[in-house]
């Protein structure tokens, strides 16, 4: 982390959206997180989103689980209500708080670790329930804060820093996601900009449960040869890893590549990990296509990027619910408390 | 030798058994009597004693007639209705000497029922319900109704009253309607032309119930909701606590929904487990919706690590406990007071959580309006802890009161205006000195915002790991907890002076309350103290010094309750002594009065 806290000036130079806003007053805290951390590019990405958005900032809400991923929600749109909530369950703090107010903007921001081990219950049936929210998985394939663990998300055959071999199928949250039913469905890598503020903007908007995997690699712990999410060979021949316990300052790699380009992110081996974006042919409105498109491209060490399937019909959760238009949490009182003469006539049926 | 004597006349004093089989049909029998018994304006109790199965084991209900408006369960059984076959055995031991067992004579028992000092009604319901019904389901439910009529028969029910009763059941079911009374009136006429009716054990007319009803403290806890004005209520399904969002559901539906649009004024979640039910309840009440979630123990336990976070992160929760016996599955349809030190500590580190302990459906109803004023007062969770006996069983309870002027204490929430004042707003600072701080919700104003993280924070909502600033907000926290004794409900005395004295709490006050008669009848002073919630206010301190000799009275085998007090009061933990009752079933007064007189006969200092 750097420890040089950004001066709070506005500039009078930067350009302003439809509220006069400018792209600095949808930041945040500052990042704690390593310096070239994927995570920090993903909340330059929601920034930008919001600010394009022209966003009111009070009407975004932020909920993340417990990781490093989790901590970003600190770091854009101060000016926002933040919910940092315990681990592995953020969708069904967000899943309240959308119950009591249906007109909030909500964002999740959860990890590999927080929504595919400790919360994959509750990733699955966030899905289901299809509230309106745009959840981002910021998914490096390893448990950064306690030192590299291998997670669900880590490939067969991806070495940890320390030299093991994962053996265990990934559990992939894009094909979870389609299967479970989610009416948005993206997957985007940390350093293409580009590609990734599009999909957050549009999944802002899609109405319903909107995934964007975001594979974000772990500069410190999931950054080395033999990894499968890991951005080291985005430029051909990086440095080697750092020692342990030390975090060398990185530079963030960017990546821009035009549509159908194939883009060498891991390489190990032998074994290539390919990002790649959707031909032009493709179609994201067959969800059965393209789960199976999703896996095939797996099998060859490629993974999917870009918007794979949306479906902006399907009912959300507050139109299953037939929940009032207003805001719960606005009712006024008495709406809510049917009296006193109600209360006597409900008990007749008490003798 | 068994005592072979008739027993003297029992008007209005005596505890029927029904022995049946989950799932027969049999409950709305034994409903039927329970209520014309009430509107015959006698006091009585019904107990549901089953099994935790859709179908097939045994299951009993008891009835006990009270002239004396006693709640608690009756002290023996006068008659058992014993139309179990595999529990027949059982059954008739459970008689006291002296009293009835009514079965169905279809089939030859007499093996099986041997019992010199009870006397053995034989009705053939299955042959009678064969001769005048069609359709196996149609003769099996029949049976039910029929003894009833049988029992109406017996301790001189008013068949009007059960006609009336049935009327109002099935008013949209007319040939449901005739069949019942029918089979009523069958059972009636046959044990009138076969028996001396009614039997010494009868029911006269009293005008005891005038303004009360029969309620479960579930359903009455739901209404607390609806009245409180909850908005969103998540849960996953689990005995006891189910039909409590099922009563909530059927009144949202009749007084929450917009009858042109069809548009609810509420969110009801079934969750996918109780992790999940508790994080949405925390989830809507940090976005200022009034929400609560029904559980038993095994919930209680996988919400440990959210409620951790509200209490930490101030956020409010309100939890209806409705026990179960425990430890792990336990029997999950009986009933027990086993929850006390788990939720009071839920969560790991320094936590400390508001209790309430209602006594009866009446408390749940205006309990569950209090968890919520008292959630939103003191920012943090906030536990009802029920039980089976109080939440699933029908009890005689005043008619519940609802005051219009009343409106929902918000407590320190920010409004738009009041933000819109301010230069900076910062979550947790303590101006007022009550450890209480402000707070805000989302979508109003960007400068209200702030990060709710069960991290170390420090009082302007900021992570901290200096060690001044996380205990500041800790010692804040406490300083809350010691507000919050001040205004939840207080404990309720009875008597004062004595050397004697009795604490309690929640479902044991039925029975205590006849014990202590009993033993004050019989010369013994004694007090009474029920604690209605915790943490405890100084009244019970008071009461804890003031009585030498202290008896806990209390539903578990760990003296849970007991060790709270030594925990949270500067009691001296050798005054209190533990009378437990830990079985399952709904205590009575028996447990209460043997256990004092124990101690007493054993020479305790007092």
Not at chain 1, 233 to 238: D, K
Not at chain 1, 276 to 285: A, Q
Not at chain 2, 3 to 14: G, K, Q
Not at chain 2, 588 to 597: F, L, M, Q, Y
Request: charged share 20%.
């Amino acid at each position: 982390m750097s420890f040089m806290p950004k001066p709070k000036v506005a500039n009078p130079g930067l350009p302003v959206n439809a509220l006069g806003l400018n792209r600095r007053d949808y930041e945040g805290g500052m990042s704690t997180l390593c310096a070239g951390c994927g995570h920090d590019s993903v909340t330059a990405a929601i920034v930008q989103a919001c600010y394009e958005l022209a966003l009111p900032p009070q009407s975004v809400a932020k909920f993340s689980g417990i990781g490093c991923s989790s901590k970003t929600t600190a770091y854009f749109v101060a000016g926002a209500h933040g919910f940092n909530a315990v681990h592995g369950r953020m969708p069904s703090i967000a899943a309240g708080a959308h119950a009591a107010n249906r007109h909030l903007h909500c964002i999740g921001v959860s990890g590999d670790g927080d929504s595919l081990s400790i919360g994959l219950g509750q990733f699955a049936h966030a899905i289901r329930r299809n509230p309106d929210m745009l959840y981002l998985i910021e998914n490096n394939g390893v448990y950064g804060l306690t030192k590299g663990q291998f997670s669900a998300s880590a490939d067969v055959g991806s070495r940890s820093r320390k030299g093991d071999v994962n053996e265990q199928r990934p559990i992939d949250p894009v094909l979870l996601a389609l299967a479970l039913g989610a009416p948005f469905v993206a997957r985007s890598f940390s350093g293409d900009k580009e590609q990734l503020v599009p999909l957050i903007k549009a999944g802002l908007a899609c109405g319903g449960f909107a995934l964007i995997d975001v594979l974000s690699p772990c500069v410190t712990f999931n950054d080395h040869e033999g990894s499968t999410k890991s951005y080291a060979y985005v430029r051909e021949h990086r440095e080697a890893p750092v020692a342990v316990d030390y975090v060398a300052p990185r530079r963030e790699i960017e990546v821009r590549y035009a549509p159908g380009e194939v883009l060498p992110v891991t390489l190990h081996d032998g074994s290539n990990v390919l990002l790649r974006k959707l031909d032009p042919d493709y179609d994201p409105t067959d969800r059965a296509r393209a789960a199976a498109f999703v896996q095939e491209r797996a099998l060859a060490n490629e993974y999917v990027t870009g918007l794979i399937y949306m479906e902006p019909e399907r009912r959300d959760f507050h139109t299953r619910h037939r929940t009032a238009e207003e805001a719960l949490n606005a009712l006024p009182f008495e709406r809510l408390c049917p009296g006193a003469g109600r209360l006597a006539e409900i008990q007749r049926g008490f003798r | 030798m068994p005592e072979r004597t008739a027993a003297p006349a029992r008007v209005n004093d005596f505890t029927v058994r029904f022995a049946t089989v989950n799932g027969s049909g049999s409950a709305s029998a034994n409903t039927l009597i329970l209520k014309a018994i009430f509107r015959m304006g006698v006091p009585v109790v019904g107990k549901n004693f089953f099994p935790s199965n859709i179908q097939g084991l045994p299951a009993w209900y008891e009835i006990r007639v009270t002239r004396e408006g006693w709640r608690a369960r009756g002290p023996r059984i006068d008659l058992v209705v014993a139309m179990n076959a595999e529990t027949y055995v059982r059954d008739l031991a459970d008689v006291a000497p002296g009293g009835w067992l009514v079965h169905d004579s279809t089939w030859p028992r007499s093996v099986l029922l041997m019992r010199d000092d009870v006397r053995i009604l034989g009705v053939p319901l299955a042959a009678l319900c064969n001769e005048h019904f069609q359709g196996a389901r149609t003769r099996t439910l029949m049976k039910n109704v029929m003894y009833a009529g049988v029992l109406a028969a017996l301790i001189d029910l008013d068949l009007e009253v059960i006609r009336g009763l049935l009327g109002e059941s099935f008013a949209k079911k007319p040939r449901l309607l005739e069949a019942n009374v029918k089979a009523v009136e069958i059972g009636y006429q046959w044990a009138r032309e076969h028996f001396d009716c009614p039997l010494p054990l009868r029911v006269e007319r009293m005008d005891a119930n005038a303004g009360g009803i029969l309620i479960d403290g579930n359903t009455a806890a739901a209404l607390g909701c609806l009245y409180a004005g909850a908005t969103v209520g998540a849960w996953y399904p689990i005995t006891p606590s189910t039909s409590l969002m099922d009563a909530f559901r059927g009144l949202c539906a009749r007084h929450r929904v917009d009858p042109v649009t069809g548009r609810r004024d509420y969110v009801i979640l079934q969750a996918e487990d109780e992790l999940a039910a508790i994080g949405i309840v925390i989830g809507a009440a940090w976005n200022g919706a009034r929400a609560f979630t029904p559980t038993s123990g095994p919930g209680i336990s996988l919400m440990q690590e959210f409620l951790g976070l509200a209490y930490y992160a101030e956020v409010p929760a309100v939890i209806f406990d409705v026990q179960r016996v425990g430890p792990s599955t336990g029997m999950p349809t009986r009933t027990q007071q086993c929850d006390l030190l788990a939720c009071a500590y839920a969560s790991h580190g320094d936590t400390r959580h508001v209790l309430l302990f209602p006594d009866s459906p009446g408390e749940c109803f205006e309990m569950a309006v209090q968890a919520f004023d008292l959630a939103e007062r003191l920012q943090t969770p906030v536990f009802v802890l029920s039980d089976i006996d109080i939440g699933m069983n029908d009890w005689m309870t005043p008619e519940l009161r609802w005051d219009d002027g009343y409106r929902p204490d918000r407590g320190k929430l920010l409004s738009a205006e009041q933000i819109a004042g301010l230069t900076k707003f910062q979550r947790y600072l303590d101006p007022d000195g009550d450890g209480i701080p402000y707070r805000t919700l989302p979508g109003v104003s960007p400068k209200a915002a702030y990060f709710t993280r069960g991290s170390g924070h420090n009082r302007f909502g900021a992570y901290t790991e200096d060690s001044a600033e996380y205990q500041d907000v800790m010692d804040r926290l406490a300083r809350k907890f010691r507000t919050a004794a001040a205004l939840v409900p207080p404990a309720l005395a009875d008597g004062h002076g004595a050397r004697l004295g009795i604490v309690s709490l929640g479902s044991c006050d039925a029975p205590v309350r006849e014990a202590l008669a009993e033993l004050r009848a019989g010369g013994t002073a004694i007090d009474y103290l029920r604690v209605r919630a915790f943490p405890f206010g100084a009244e019970v301190e008071e009461f804890l010094a003031a009585h030498p000799a202290l008896f806990v009275v209390e539903q578990n085998r760990d003296a849970q309750l007991r060790a709270l007090l030594t925990l949270e009061t500067a009691v001296d933990k050798r005054r209190l002594r533990s009378i437990l009752h830990y079985d399952g079933l709904p205590m009575s007064a028996r447990c209460v009065v043997d256990g004092i007189r124990a101690v007493l006969a054993e020479g305790v200092r007092t």
